[in-house]
């Protein structure tokens, strides 16, 4: 049996089959604002591995470099050992939830241009935004790490765009992690309705982790919907 190494809020990290691998394990907890509000939902786990798997498979598809290297089992995956940024990296087609709060504007307006902004990895300080200055001043990474961030966080825009546009579904925002391997920077991390805001395109039903911050109720009903329109597409 591998070595628990870490137990995050949604995911467990053990140590892989070798020196160049972790594996990760998706728990059924759910946490919002920062750990204050917790709750145990059961198949939350596998909804989100099985949704953030068929949209890694799809950026690696794309030219995107990601950590994932084998789907396990239905809550596990293999992914490349990766050091990472503790930058978490937003990206916003309309404005939504602390962007609207910061600058009152209604949720689901569209952005004229897509945004990117940039919060530290912290539990403890409660993720504050900091900016590109700050982020190399800090030598949290530098500025060609940085670059290179920018632009696959809008290049996996612009394809998460097209694959949940398909999918009759908005992509309002979401959030990305990196990490460095082999002298790369390369996607790490989920990439599910808990890190992404998804509407539906007819209704503006949200269909993502707002269900459960905001007591909206059905949160994994949406998530299963989310995997089954997934996998429709992908199909294809
Ligand atoms: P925000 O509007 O609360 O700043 O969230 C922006 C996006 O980032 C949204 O899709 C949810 C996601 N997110 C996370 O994945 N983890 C977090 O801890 C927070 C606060 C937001």
Same mark, same amino acid.
């Given at each position: ?14 140590? #892989?089959?070798?020196?160049? @691998? ?8 759910? /946490? ?9 939902? @059961? ?19 794309? #030219? ?10 239905? /809550? ?25 709060? !910061?600058?009152?504007?209604?949720? *689901? /307006? ?15 300080? #409660? ?14 990474? /530098?500025?060609?790490?940085? @670059?290179?961030? !920018? ?23 979401? !959030? ?6 082999? *002298? ?7 990439? @599910? ?34 995997? *089954? ?8």
């Amino acid at each position: 049996m591998e070595d628990k190494l870490y137990e995050g809020k949604s995911k467990i990290i053990c140590s #892989g089959p070798n020196d160049n @691998s972790f594996i990760i394990r998706y728990k059924d907890t759910a /946490t919002a604002f920062n750990g204050e509000k917790k709750a145990v939902l @059961s198949g939350k786990g596998k909804l989100n591995a099985a949704i953030s798997n068929l949209i890694y498979a799809y950026l690696d598809e794309h #030219g995107i470099r990601t950590h994932l290297l084998r789907v396990l089992d239905e /809550t596990s995956v293999l992914v490349r050992k990766a050091e990472i940024v503790m930058v978490e990296v937003i990206i916003r087609n309309a404005a939504a939830g602390s962007f609207s709060k !910061k600058y009152g504007v209604a949720e *689901g /307006t569209a952005l004229k241009n897509a945004t990117i902004e940039f919060s530290l990895k912290s539990d403890e300080l #409660g993720d504050p935004m900091i900016n590109e200055s700050q982020i190399t001043a800090l030598g949290l990474a /530098t500025p060609e790490e940085l @670059s290179e961030m !920018k632009q696959q966080a809008f290049r996996i825009n612009e394809l998460m765009c097209a694959l949940f546009a398909k999918a009759d579904i908005k992509l309002i925002d979401f !959030k990305l992690e990196f990490g460095r391997c082999g *002298g790369k920077i390369i996607l790490c991390d989920e990439i @599910s309705p808990d890190s992404c805001r998804l509407w539906d395109t007819g209704t503006d039903k949200k269909l993502d982790k707002d269900r459960f911050r905001r007591d909206l109720g059905n949160v994994l009903d949406s998530y299963r919907d989310v995997l *089954g329109r997934l996998e429709n597409v992908c199909k294809i």
